[in-house]
């Protein structure tokens, strides 16, 4: 697993010299955005493009304009696994995250677990069963720009957040905060480049401890028409309290319906024991 991650960085670091021949700015809405505010938001004629922080596990490390909203939606999504004996799925029903821009480089988010329906059987135990469903846990989240703006081929955010407990039997059980670096490089105007470090400390409700999990992303996207682009994404998970590798890969196809409208749909496959399949349907929109 080390060894992938190795070759696609070294890829990566390979393109970047390359495509930087291309000088020509991407995002070009340059003006002084740092006057705008939540209360005083960024004309529409100068907001970036968006970039939602679905549908892989890779986030944005842009933030929202200052002023302005976003929505991103997991319409649907569909998670099944099998381990030995155990085996389960769970629904998802729109589970979102809202961002509301404060400035130019901050915003705050706010998820929401909406509807899950989620069940597990043991075909050795079937008194094993357990049956789940309702509305899941909250997350406040903020997310800040640190390096790169509208006119630069690179960016470096952060995004710190705490999840909340209040799903009951749908939600994890305990307080999980996390950290995560989202990194993004414009090789092309089509074509990107990115990844993130993500450290985030869930809560095992089945023993009352928490634990570190460690997860590193690559990913590439890229515009093949003004409507339509994909992305492939290489995940890993790393469970400080078994010292192992997990690992998926995700691919999906997105749909740029305007400016301020995207559908995606795809899905996770894994590559390793341990981790769920995924098949997922999405909105993101803007205003």
Not at 157 to 169: A, D, K, S, W
Not at 182 to 194: E, I, L, M, R, Y
Not at 260 to 284: A, K
């Amino acid at each position: 697993m080390l060894r992938l991650y190795a070759c696609l960085a070294l890829v990566l670091t390979l393109a970047a010299p390359a495509a930087a021949q291309n000088a020509k700015l991407l995002n070009d809405t340059l003006t002084n955005k740092r006057q705008f505010n939540l209360f005083h938001p960024t004309p529409r004629a100068v907001m970036r493009p968006m970039v939602p922080d679905r549908p892989g596990i890779t986030e944005s490390p842009y933030s929202v304009d200052a002023g302005h909203l976003q929505y991103e939606s997991d319409v649907l999504r569909l998670l099944t696994r099998r381990e030995g004996t155990t085996y389960g799925h769970d629904w998802y029903g729109n589970h979102f995250l809202a961002k509301v821009g404060l400035t130019d480089r901050t915003d705050f988010q706010v998820a929401l677990d909406m509807y899950t329906d989620t069940r597990n059987y043991d075909s050795a135990d079937p008194t094993a069963t357990v049956e789940a469903r309702g509305v899941g846990d909250i997350t406040l989240r903020v997310k800040q720009t640190l390096v790169g703006d509208d006119d630069s081929r690179w960016a470096l955010g952060l995004i710190g957040y705490v999840q909340l407990p209040t799903g009951g039997l749908v939600g994890d059980g305990g307080y999980e905060p996390g950290l995560t670096m989202p990194a993004v490089f414009q090789c092309t105007q089509k074509w990107s480049v990115g990844g993130q470090v993500a450290a985030h400390l869930y809560y095992d409700r089945s023993v009352s401890q928490h634990y570190v999990q460690l997860t590193p992303t690559l990913t590439t996207d890229y515009q093949f028409t003004k409507v339509f682009q994909s992305f492939v994404e290489l995940v890993g998970y790393w469970d400080l309290r078994q010292a192992a590798w997990r690992s998926s890969i995700n691919v999906g196809p997105q749909l740029d319906i305007s400016d301020n409208v995207q559908l995606d749909f795809g899905t996770h496959l894994p590559i390793t024991h341990s981790v769920d399949r995924e098949y997922f349907l999405g909105i993101s929109f803007r205003r």
